[in-house]
């Protein structure tokens, strides 16, 4: 990807890399903090014409890993262009992003495609709010694609 190999040697990702150097799990090192994997995406895109804002400017950022069988891939893709929307007017103004994990897992012998979705949220608790909400129940149909999921909580780093 274009936006990857521009990042890469950039100022920006060489001091995040130096901040970051004792934490990042590499190659199956498990005493590390932090794993690092690529999206398909550009998480630093956005349209901030139509007032939207970064997912990674909120105060607190979602983080859904979606665990989706590789038969399951098209049916899921289709099922979140769906629904997405939903999602979209709830975190406004924040920006929801999401891709596909470039890093393949194997398991159970299996290979296991990884979507990951990037929101943006006032605060946990108005993330949580969501599943309160009538859209959440069409916003959830996508979950009979996934295999497994797992939500973090984020916050930016601060003085990056």
């Not at 934490?23 to 550009?42: F, P, Q």
């Amino acid at each position: 990807m274009a936006a990857h190999a521009t990042f890469l040697p950039s100022e920006e990702n060489q001091r995040l890399l130096r901040l970051l150097k004792d934490d990042i799990v590499m190659s199956g090192d498990e005493e590390r903090k932090m794993a690092m994997w690529h999206l398909d995406t550009d998480i630093f895109a956005f349209d901030a014409s139509k007032g939207n804002k970064s997912v990674l400017a909120a105060p607190a950022i979602s983080l859904n890993r979606h665990f989706v069988l590789p038969d399951k891939r098209a049916g899921f893709a289709q099922k979140f262009r769906g629904v997405k929307g939903l999602l979209d007017e709830y975190t406004s103004p924040y920006q929801v992003v999401g891709g596909w994990r470039a890093e393949k897992e194997i398991v159970d012998g299996k290979e296991r495609e990884e979507w990951g979705l990037l929101s943006g949220f006032e605060s946990v608790e108005h993330h949580m709010g969501f599943a309160k909400t009538e859209e959440f129940e069409k916003y959830s149909k996508i979950v009979g694609f996934v295999e497994g999921f797992e939500v973090r909580h984020l916050r930016a780093i601060k003085g990056l």
